[in-house]
């Protein structure tokens, strides 16, 4: 059972999503705000994950429309994926102090108003500008969703299908992205793959209105942690920004080093001051002495280590070395996408009958297996063993693998607690996955240009992921055991104690 704070209500989280007239009407008044209010979470986050990857396909037509240049064109997707990550961690301590809400719609907002802009851009400077306010909006918006879900759903089954709901969304934007980006792009123009969010924002703020009421404000005499928020958001920002130069600047490049060495410092700067002299910590400490936290966030961090770079290098391996268009790499990646969601719906049942730790378990030594099988293909290996084979395998386990990861990381976390929480989440996943970028594009840099050369470069990178994976295996076993349960009790350790 979730454990709640000293101000709390007993009906508190479930006043904050559901309507007052709802109060007394019954179960099915409940019931039907409650789905209403996982598909509000689900649209919103859909539309944060599916802006990682929508402009890649999109970007030689921003180039000659807009006049870009080399250097400029990266910060199409920099600009967003910097300030997204810099910003989570505040973004997630937003909810809890101002109301889950407040926050959601700010985020909201923002991030249509945003996209509203750069869909009208008229010159590279507007558009770079567009996309960073882009990302500060779906930095608050990405750990506002989740919050949402956790406080409106009870530790248990009813939680774990609702996040294994918002899991299957969040994979399905993700790999959505290349595909809608590149239908977009050539039926209407690439305007669209940022104009498409303002209806779809439209209709997501209409039911953020009539769905979630005003939840209990927390931060009432409380001040935001304004240091720990600029040193965490200068730390992962110049640290996101220096593992992006890595590749063509080199680990000792000026820019690189004076990044990387700025990031660091601030982290270390902003554990200090959350440990001894922020107030209202934006990360508060006591959440890592919670062994679920710290040892899911580490297994999170792994696993996002190999499943954002995953898209990367596959969409390499399919125009690079098998010489698909856009459009049909986007439809290659429908394998991924349709077992990934139909994996992480099976996800409940799965932790219901085995538990969440044996299932991370599982999930993370079968996608190594896929992420092996994908190593060895080659420019002969042709459709059905080179990439829908290996698509199967790898995404049979990661559809079930984030679900019991994140209901991991949230149970048993108070509802105060709860934006900081799923923004650490958030953070940690996105981090790893620029992190293992990184790292593996320095892996699978080669010297050959030739679809050999080419394939035995990515094959590198994938075997690197698959030996990521391996060490998931090795970090969940010392998670706490769980088992789902549908009774009192629900999510608890087996053991009957609180894991730390």
Request: aromatic fraction near 6%.
């Amino acid at each position: 059972m979730t454990q709640r704070g000293p101000d709390d209500s007993p009906d508190d989280s479930l006043r904050a999503a559901t309507p007052s007239n709802d109060e007394g009407g019954g179960g099915g008044g409940r019931r039907g705000a409650a789905s209403a209010v996982l598909a509000l979470a689900c649209a919103a986050q859909f539309m944060v994950v599916l802006d990682v990857s929508v402009v890649n396909v999109a970007l030689p037509s921003i180039e000659n429309a807009l006049g870009f240049d080399s250097a400029g064109l990266q910060w199409v997707v920099n600009a967003y994926a910097l300030v997204f990550a810099g910003f989570l961690l505040l973004g997630g301590r937003l909810a809890d102090l101002y109301g889950r809400k407040r926050v959601f719609v700010l985020g909201l907002l923002l991030f249509t108003a945003s996209s509203l802009v750069g869909g009208l851009a008229d010159s590279p400077g507007l558009l770079v500008a567009a996309r960073a306010v882009q990302g500060l909006g779906a930095a608050v918006l990405a750990p506002a969703t989740l919050t949402i879900l956790t406080t409106t759903f009870s530790e248990g089954a009813a939680r774990t299908r609702a996040v294994a709901t918002w899991t299957a969304v969040s994979s399905a934007g993700g790999a959505a992205g290349n595909l809608i980006g590149g239908v977009l792009t050539d039926s209407l123009s690439w305007r669209w793959i940022l104009l498409i969010n303002v209806p779809i924002g439209a209709l997501a703020l209409a039911a953020a209105l009539a769905f979630l009421t005003p939840d209990r404000e927390r931060g009432r005499g409380q001040r935001l942690d304004v240091p720990g928020a600029v040193l965490a958001t200068v730390g992962v920002g110049s640290l996101t920004y220096g593992i992006s130069q890595i590749e063509s600047r080199g680990w000792s490049g000026p820019t690189t080093a004076v990044a990387l060495a700025v990031g660091v410092l601030a982290l270390a700067a902003f554990a200090a001051v959350e440990a001894r002299f922020a107030r209202a910590p934006l990360m508060p400490p006591r959440l890592f002495r919670i062994r679920a936290i710290s040892v899911g966030n580490t297994v999170m961090l792994l696993a996002g280590a190999c499943f954002i770079p995953m898209w990367y290098f596959l969409s390499l391996y399919m125009q690079n070395v098998l010489h698909y268009g856009a459009l049909k790499a986007g439809l290659g990646f429908l394998p991924h996408t349709l077992v990934g969601i139909a994996g992480a719906r099976l996800a409940p049942r799965l932790m219901e009958s085995i538990g969440a730790r044996r299932l991370i378990v599982l999930s993370a030594a079968l996608s190594a297996a896929g992420f092996l099988w994908q190593s060895r293909a080659t420019p002969d290996s042709g459709y059905l063993v080179g990439l829908l084979g290996p698509a199967v395998v790898m995404s049979a386990g990661m559809g079930p693998l984030i679900t019991p990861i994140t209901t991991t990381v949230t149970s048993g976390i108070s509802d105060a607690d709860a934006g900081a929480a799923s923004g650490l989440m958030n953070a940690t996943r996105q981090i790893g996955g620029s992190v293992g970028l990184a790292v593996l594009v320095a892996i699978a840099a080669g010297s050959g240009h030739t679809p050999a050369a080419l394939s035995d470069d990515y094959g590198r990178a994938f075997l690197a992921m698959a030996a990521m994976l391996v060490a998931v295996v090795v970090g969940a076993l010392a998670l706490p055991v769980t088992r789902e349960r549908t009774g009192a009790g629900a999510g608890r350790p087996m053991a009957g104690k609180r894991a730390r």
